[in-house]
C-alpha cells in the first residue's frame, strides 16, 4: 500500500538546489546510508534482546549458534510467537486492509514511492518473527525500513521519478552492506534487485550509501568485511567445471524450496485453517526442529559461521541442512515475515560443502577442497533464490578476498542464475508477487506504462451517428475529406461499430444502411487499459483507429489511434531513458 501524505516536506528553496545538483543526491544518499546502518545496528539489538529475554541466553549470543535450548522454550516461543504474530495481522487488517508494497514492487510499479508507516510495521514483524526464533532473516525488514525511510526523504524534496528510485535502493545498499559487511555487494544488490539497472548517474548515490551504511553498522558491532569464511586451498582449474555443476545442483534446490514454500501456503488455504493459527502451527514446527538442532531457529547468523559448521561430521552437516531447509520452509509458508536471503547463504555453504565431499569419494583424484564449495555453494544457491549474481560474487570476494576464487563464484552464480531464470523465471521476491497477481519479473520501472492509460491518450471529441441513419444521409453530412472514420451508436448511446467514410463514398458500395458498413465491432478499448494492453488489441485487430467505451454501459468516450498510442509510447520511453543516464 502507497501513501501519499508525507512526515516531511523540505522548503521550496532547498528541494529546488536539491533538483539542479547531482551532487546533493549523493549527501542524501549519505544521510540514507547513516540511517541504514541504524536500522541493521537497531534490529539487530532488537531481536537480540527478544532472544535474550525469551530464550534465556546470554547478552551477546546468537540463538542459532547455540548447542542446547531449553526444550519448553523452544516449543513454546515459536508457537505463542506465532500465534500473537497471527492475531496482529488479523487486527492490521482492520486498520490497514491494502498490502504492504516492498522495495522491488515500489520502484517497478509506482516510482519509487513506499509507505513509512507500513515499513514500520513490516520491520516490527520482522523482528517479532526471528524474535521468537521463526527460521526467517533480517534482511527483508532491513531493506524494507531502510528504503521505506529513504522513499520519505525523496518525497520530502519531490525528487525526479528516476531520483526517487535511487534513493530506494540507497536505502537498500546501505542495509544490505551494513549487514552482511560487504559494502560492494550492498551496491549490486541495490542495482541487480531494487533499482533493476546500473547507470553512471546512480553510481556515486549507491556507493556512497552502501559504504557509509557499512561503516555506521560496524561501528556498533565490529567484525571481518565479509560473511566469516573457513581455510581453504588453492583454486585450480578444474574447480570452474566442478563449480558449474554445483551451480545446476543449486539451481534445482533453489527452485524447489521455493516451489514447496507455494505449495506450504495453499494446502494451509485449502484446509481453511483460522489464519492466526497458521503461525502458531509453524512456529510449533520450527520448535520440534529446535529440539534436534537450535541451528534451524531464527536467521541464522550464529551458524553462518561456515569455518565452524562445516568442521562437524559430514551426517551431522547433511542433517542441519535438511532440518534448516524445513524450517525455512514452514515459516515462510505459515506466515512469519521474513526473508531468504540468510537462510539460502546457510543452506548453501552446508550444501556446496556436501557436494565437494560427494566429489571426493566418487572421484578422489580430482581432491577438491570443500571449504572452497562452501563459498561456491552459498553464493550459487543464494543467486538462485534471490536472483543477483553479481551481488553474491561480491559477497564471496570481500569475505574471502581471493579473486581466483570468486571466479570460480561466478561460473556458478551464472549457471544457477539462467537456469533458475529459464526453468522458473523468477526470484523468491518476484514469485511471491506474482502468485498475487503481478506480473513484474524485476525492479525495472514498468509503472509508467501502467500510468500511461488509454483515458489519458485518447480523443474525447467523437464524431457519432445512430445506426439506423441511411447511407445516402451518412454521405451527406460527412463528404469525402471530413473525416476518415465515425463512432456508430444505438438509439441508446451504445457503441455498435465503426464507419468509415471513404468505403462509404466508394462507388462499389451498393448497400443503402449504415450498419452493412460497419468494422470493429466486438474491438473495443477501454479506459482503464494501459497503453501496452492497447498495443495488443491493436495488433490482433489489425485496426488502424479503435472507439474507447466503458466496460458495462458501452457508452463511447472517445477514440485512440494507434500511431499517436505508438508515437507517446516512444516518448515517455525515451523520458524514461534520459532520466535513468542523468541527462535531465
Known amino acids: 500500500m502507497v501513501t501519499s501524505s508525507r512526515y516531511l516536506e523540505a522548503p521550496q528553496w532547498l528541494r529546488a538546489f536539491v533538483r539542479a545538483h547531482e551532487t546533493s543526491l549523493a549527501v542524501l544518499a549519505a544521510m540514507i546510508g547513516v540511517i541504514g546502518g541504524l536500522v541493521v545496528a537497531g534490529m539487530g539489538a532488537a531481536v537480540s534482546v527478544l532472544h535474550a529475554v525469551l530464550f534465556n541466553l546470554e547478552w551477546g549470543q546468537r540463538l542459532s549458534s547455540q548447542y542446547w535450548i531449553d526444550p519448553v522454550r523452544a516449543l513454546a516461543v515459536p508457537t505463542l510467537g506465532g500465534l500473537v504474530l497471527g492475531l496482529t495481522f488479523v487486527w492490521l487488517l482492520r486498520w490497514r486492509p491494502a498490502r504492504e508494497i516492498d522495495p522491488i514492487e515500489a520502484n517497478a510499479l509506482y516510482g519509487g514511492k513506499m509507505s513509512f508507516r507500513g515499513s514500520v510495521i513490516v520491520s516490527l514483524q520482522t523482528i517479532w518473527s526471528s524474535g521468537v526464533g521463526a527460521s526467517v532473516g533480517l534482511e527483508a525488514g532491513y531493506t524494507q525500513l531502510a528504503s521505506g525511510l529513504g522513499a520519505s526523504i525523496g518525497r520530502a524534496f519531490n525528487l525526479r521519478r528516476a531520483d526517487q528510485r535511487v534513493l530506494v535502493g540507497c536505502g537498500a545498499a546501505a542495509a544490505i552492506a551494513g549487514a552482511f559487511g560487504a559494502p560492494l555487494a550492498g551496491a549490486f544488490y541495490a542495482f541487480e534487485l531494487v533499482i533493476g ?96 538442532t537450535p541451528q534451524v531457529m531464527s536467521s541464522g547468523h550464529g551458524a553462518l559461521h561456515f569455518g565452524g559448521m562445516t568442521a562437524y561430521p559430514i551426517a551431522l552437516v547433511a542433517f542441519v541442512m535438511v532440518l534448516k531447509t524445513i524450517a525455512s520452509i514452514i515459516s515462510l509458508g505459515t506466515g512469519f515475515r521474513g526473508g531468504l536471503f540468510f537462510a539460502s547463504l546457510f543452506i548453501g555453504a552446508l550444501g556446496g560443502h556436501l557436494f565437494a565431499t560427494g566429489i571426493n569419494a566418487l572421484w578422489p583424484e580430482i581432491n577438491v577442497d570443500p571449504n572452497i564449495y562452501t563459498i561456491i555453494g552459498m553464493s550459487a544457491l543464494s543467486a538462485s533464490v534471490i536472483g543477483g549474481p553479481l551481488t553474491m560474487s561480491f559477497i564471496a570476494l570481500e569475505s574471502t578476498g581471493n579473486l581466483w576464487l570468486t571466479t570460480a563464484v561466478l561460473v556458478a552464480v551464472i549457471i544457477s542464475t539462467q537456469i533458475t531464470r529459464e526453468l522458473f523465471g523468477y526470484s523468491f521476491a518476484t514469485w511471491r508477487l506474482h502468485l498475487r497477481g503481478e506480473t513484474i519479473r524485476s525492479a525495472a520501472d514498468i509503472g509508467w506504462i501502467r500510468d500511461l492509460t488509454v483515458q489519458r491518450l485518447m480523443r474525447p471529441d467523437v464524431s457519432m451517428v445512430e445506426v439506423s441513419m441511411p447511407l445516402d444521409e451518412f454521405r451527406t453530412k460527412y463528404p469525402l475529406g471530413s473525416k476518415n472514420q465515425v463512432v456508430v451508436v444505438d438509439s441508446e448511446g451504445c457503441y455498435v461499430g465503426l464507419a468509415s467514410v471513404p468505403d462509404a463514398h466508394s ?64 516518448e515517455e520511453a525515451e523520458q524514461r531513458r534520459r532520466e535513468a543516464f542523468g541527462e535531465m
Not at 231 to 242: K, P, Q, S
Not at 527 to 555: C, Q, T, W, Y
Open 507 to 570: 462507388p462499389d458500395v451498393t448497400a443503402f444502411r449504415l450498419d452493412s458498413l460497419l468494422y470493429s465491432r466486438n474491438v473495443v478499448l477501454h479506459p482503464e487499459m494501459n497503453i501496452r494492453d492497447a498495443m495488443v488489441v491493436f495488433e490482433g485487430a489489425e485496426a488502424e483507429s479503435l472507439a474507447v467505451v466503458e466496460a458495462e454501459s458501452h457508452r463511447v468516450l472517445g477514440t485512440l489511434s494507434e500511431s499517436h498510442a505508438t508515437r507517446r509510447y516512444a
Open 197 to 292: 539497472s546500473y547507470t553512471a548517474a546512480s553510481l556515486m548515490p549507491v556507493g556512497v550509501a552502501a559504504v557509509t551504511g557499512y561503516f555506521v553498522a560496524h561501528s556498533f558491532s565490529p567484525l571481518t568485511l565479509g560473511v566469516v569464511a573457513g581455510r581453504f586451498g588453492d583454486v585450480e582449474a578444474h574447480d570452474l567445471l566442478v563449480a558449474a555443476l554445483l551451480g545446476v545442483f543449486a539451481a534445482a534446490y533453489g527452485i524447489g524450496i521455493m516451489r514447496v514454500v507455494t505449495w506450504c501456503e495453499m494446502l494451509l488455504t485449502k484446509i481453511r485453517l483460522w489464519s492466526p493459527l497458521r503461525p502458531a502451527l509453524g512456529g510449533l514446527g520450527v520448535g520440534l526442529l529446535a529440539l534436534l
